[in-house]
């Protein structure tokens, strides 16, 4: 079975910057991705990891680490826009295997 | 604009209908998917096609049905629909090879029944 675990909720300061945890539990493994979702929208893609470390995009990044079945998102300079549900997805077995998501962490951030 | 679309975007529904939510893409993807989203419990998978012609299912198949007769739609249908699938229902699809991995989601239906 695949398991995803990430918190329900955080809440961050605008400017400041704010790392969202994800760890998992999967048979097999071939990616963890990262999507933002603001209320009301569909989720849109952030980010993709399937080797270890760390993958910069912007104010954006997400590091793996496969040995420990753990990532994180780290955003910086954050911004009022930025308050959105962050899920956090894991690709078990082969590259067809469907995206199985954790249950997303709501981020508020306050002026 | 190429993208996928879903229809319709909301639907009131009385128990015991049937209802065919309809999803297409023009990207060409060869995988899609439908996913439930609720409160609390997050986005969990119906059912999926890895190809035209081929289906499976997911975490919470039951009471749905879904079909792929060419790449372009993906239908999902509840034969008969009870209050527990009031939800958003998102479709989604990729493109497997290539190395192109982004999953890309619909807008979404929202669905109430009553």
């Known amino acids: 079975g695949q398991n995803i675990d990430q918190p329900t909720e955080m809440t961050a300061t605008e400017g400041a910057i704010v790392q969202i945890n994800c760890t998992y539990q999967?048979?097999?493994?071939?990616?963890l991705f990262w999507y933002q979702q603001h209320a009301g929208e569909a989720p849109t893609f952030l980010s993709y990891n399937v080797l270890d470390g760390l993958e910069e995009k912007g104010r954006f990044s997400s590091f793996l680490s496969r040995s420990k079945g753990y990532s994180y998102l780290l955003l910086k300079e954050l911004q009022m826009k930025d308050s959105a549900s962050y899920l956090c997805a894991v690709r078990g077995g082969s590259g067809n295997t469907p995206l199985v998501f954790g249950k997303g962490t709501r981020l508020s951030v306050i002026a | 604009i190429a993208g996928i679309t879903q229809a319709p975007t909301s639907q009131i529904l009385a128990a015991g209908r049937r209802m065919t939510l309809r999803c297409t893409q023009d990207m060409r993807h060869n995988a899609m998917y439908w996913y439930r989203q609720d409160l609390g419990l997050g986005l969990r998978l119906i059912h999926y096609s890895n190809t035209a012609g081929t289906t499976g299912k997911g975490e919470v198949p039951d009471g749905y049905s879904v079909s792929r007769a060419n790449t372009d739609d993906f239908p999902l249908t509840l034969a008969s629909a009870v209050p527990s699938q009031t939800s958003v229902y998102f479709c989604a699809s990729r493109l497997t090879s290539g190395g192109d991995n982004e999953q890309f989601f619909g807008p979404g239906t929202r669905l109430t029944v009553l």
């Open positions: 999967t048979s097999g493994f071939n990616g």
